[in-house]
């Protein structure tokens, strides 16, 4: 048995690595054909993960949207929707967000030893606040999802989560998705942060699938993990 869930990263991004500019406005890198793709793998997952700026910028719903694949979910004895999941070290959530209100499934909120007690105060009316520890550790978030029944963990951003996973070698399978066009902004949000990944030059991943998705490309990697 695993010690911990199979991690499966989602990333859509520019060519130059963006995974949006810098306008109020969401920048869509996606298409329909791949959206609906997308809503496949989360309907096939146990729990989505994202972290607490992406929450805060893009007020994600993280729902399964095919009426077809929650009823399958449902007839299988799951949640229509996933466990939602998502990390904050600043505690800066709006339990109104639609992360919170919307979806009939858990949410699980991991947090620092030092910030848990007062988010708990603030909203574990709505959501599990979860003690990950100081600093938070990634290794103490899976756990606790493999003892709740996580078996597949889907991890959907922002650039902060890819890199906290990415460096401590903890994903099993990176599915990237680039649109055709530039951002071109040095300001823009990026798809990782500067760090030491395992996955350099000297431990190259394993591209195991190239998809053509109408004018976007799915590459599927199997990074090497320390498991």
């Known amino acids: ?104 499934c858990e949410k699980v909120v991991y947090t620092t030893s030092g910030a848990s007690d007062c988010l708990r105060e603030r909203i574990g009316d709505v959501c599990s606040v979860v003690d990950a520890g100081d600093p938070l550790d990634v290794r103490i978030l899976l756990a606790d999802l493999a003892e709740r029944g996580v078996g597949r963990l889907m991890v959907e951003g922002g650039g902060i989560v890819h890199t906290m996973f990415l460096s401590a070698g903890l994903v099993d399978e990176l599915q990237l998705v680039y649109a055709p066009f530039f951002v071109g902004q040095a300001d823009a949000p990026r798809m990782v942060h500067p760090a030491v990944f395992p996955q350099g030059p000297q431990q190259r991943m394993t591209l195991a699938e190239t998809r053509q998705i109408g004018d976007v490309v799915l590459l599927r990697y199997l990074p090497r993990q320390d498991a």
């Open 1 to 104: 048995m695993r010690s911990r869930p199979y991690v499966l990263m989602s990333v859509a991004s520019s060519l130059d690595g963006c995974l949006d500019d810098t306008s109020t406005t969401r920048l869509l890198l996606s298409n329909e054909e791949d959206f609906d793709r997308i809503d496949d793998v989360r309907s096939g997952v146990d729990a989505i993960l994202v972290g607490a700026n992406t929450i805060r910028s893009d007020d994600p719903r993280l729902l399964v949207c095919s009426a077809e694949r929650r009823e399958r979910r449902l007839r299988a004895g799951l949640s229509p929707t996933p466990i939602k999941v998502t990390v904050t070290e600043s505690g800066k959530l709006d339990p109104g967000a639609r992360f919170f209100t919307t979806g009939e």
